[in-house]
């Protein structure tokens, strides 16, 4: 919690810098937050927000690492996928002691991640302001075939994304084949 308060305080500093106000933050991505405060179970919460969600983000944070625009916010970006890092690596150790000695634990951790998708089954998925800012990101410039290769590399993050919640869900037990489909099922705003 202490990492998410610093996280939050720098993003902010950081976002009002040169004087602009925050972006959105959409109904949609608050609906989906609220579905990790609401699970009542902890190892369940844990999976799902440091396995499936933090685990997603390093993914981001190394994509802004790479192709943010200025050396403050790369290091930004570089030190909180640090956090996140150590945060997934909490979640995917308390799930492996948890589930060695309730192995059944497994079809709970399935069952809510289906469920957490029904939840949010009717959202719109990710803000397309997002996915935007991400393709601007890593065009670098507004030419065309800039805005072309940023495509090109945003899709490459999404399927990294994808391969590692798969490679995690995997380490956890679950078969190649539960593991792809419970890993297609993730939030489509990353968290
Ligand atoms: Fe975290």
Do not use: C
């Not at 959409?26 to 440091?50: C, I, P, R, Y």
């Not at 994509?63 to 909490?90: G, S």
């Amino acid at each position: 919690m202490a990492d998410e308060a610093r996280h939050i305080e720098v993003f902010t500093r950081r976002v009002r810098l040169k004087g602009r106000a925050p972006g959105l933050s959409s109904a949609g991505g608050q609906a989906s937050l609220k579905t990790l405060l609401d699970e009542a179970d902890f190892s369940v919460s844990a999976f799902l927000l440091s396995v499936l969600g933090e685990g997603t983000f390093v993914s981001l944070l190394h994509f802004m690492h790479a192709h943010a625009p200025d050396p403050v916010t790369r290091q930004i970006a570089r030190l909180a996928a640090r956090d996140e890092a150590r945060h997934v690596a909490f979640g995917m150790s308390h799930l492996a002691a948890r589930l060695e000695h309730d192995p059944g634990f497994r079809t709970r951790l399935a069952n809510a991640v289906q469920s957490r998708n029904d939840a949010l089954s009717a959202g719109a998925g990710l803000n397309e302001e997002v996915f935007d800012a991400l393709i601007l990101l890593a065009a670098g410039e507004f030419t065309p075939a800039a805005i072309a290769t940023g495509y090109a590399r945003v899709q490459t993050l999404m399927l990294e994304m994808a391969q590692g919640r798969q490679a995690r869900l995997e380490r956890l037990g679950f078969s190649k084949a539960t593991a792809g489909a419970l890993s297609a099922l993730h939030t489509r705003n990353f968290m």
